[in-house]
């Protein structure tokens, strides 16, 4: 039987590990390490301490048969460090599972929890023909 909170558990664990550092310098090594599984989590996290740290209002990863992988933030229209391809489909995949969400477009609160501070996150997600986007939008 699979544990659906541990991705969960993983993810808060990890920003956790990663409060005191910088998300994006830490981003940009992401595509390179060899466990995928561990890398999308990492990165998951990483973009939520960004998005926290830089007041964003929302982070979108896309993955698109046309562009490949793309991710932004909007505060000021920027693009972030991606993660490549393989380590992409993994993070879509896990906060997908993390958010319960299926189906072609679907939304959700997820309550999360960092330290002793938490905080609801909308995710939204579309598949579409292939394309896959998440956006973490922030409180």
């Given at each position: ?27 940009s090594k992401v595509k390179?390490?060899s ?7 990492k ?6 301490l960004?998005?926290i ?6 982070i979108t990863?896309a993955?698109?048969?046309k ?19 393989p380590?992409?489909?993994k993070?879509?995949n896990?906060?997908r ?5 299926e189906?072609?477009?679907a939304?959700t ?13 909308k995710?939204k997600?579309?598949?579409e023909?292939?394309?896959e986007?998440?956006?973490i939008?922030?409180?």
């Open positions: 039987m699979k544990d659906t909170g541990s991705l969960h558990q993983k993810v808060q664990g990890l920003c956790d590990c990663f409060a005191t550092n910088d998300p994006l310098k830490e981003m390179g390490e466990d995928t599984d561990e890398a999308a989590l990165w998951i996290a990483l973009a939520i960004h998005g740290n830089s007041n964003a209002k929302e990863i993955n698109t048969k562009e490949g992988v793309k991710v932004t933030a909007e505060y000021r229209k920027a693009d972030l460090p991606s993660p490549g391809g380590i992409a489909e993070i879509i896990a906060v599972e993390i958010s319960h969400l189906g072609g477009k939304e609160t997820l309550a999360f929890g960092i330290r002793n501070n938490s905080m609801d996150l995710i997600s579309k598949h023909g292939g394309d986007k998440i956006t939008k922030f409180p």
